[in-house]
């Protein structure tokens, strides 16, 4: 692929119908899907150093819930 067929690609999705995404209302705006919960979990533990430090970040960024019986802050 070269960069002028990626352009083409991008050219092409952006003026397809529906690639734009529906406008969010003020209480979405602070809603973490199910999916972006789970891909900011995966990016703390490629970046931590342990699995103490992955629990401290997990617990500070508010991606795991301290009671199990809870989801984690960022999805209540």
Do not use: C, F, K, W
């Amino acid at each position: 692929m070269t960069i002028g067929n990626a352009r083409g690609d991008i050219d092409e999705t952006r003026t397809m119908p529906g690639a734009i995404p529906a406008q969010r209302s003020a209480a979405d705006a602070y809603r973490v899907s199910d999916e972006q919960l789970h891909r900011a979990r995966l990016v703390v533990a490629r970046n931590s150093s342990n699995s103490e430090d992955l629990r401290q970040l997990l617990d500070m960024l508010g991606l795991i819930s301290t009671n199990p019986e809870q989801p984690p802050p960022v999805v209540r």
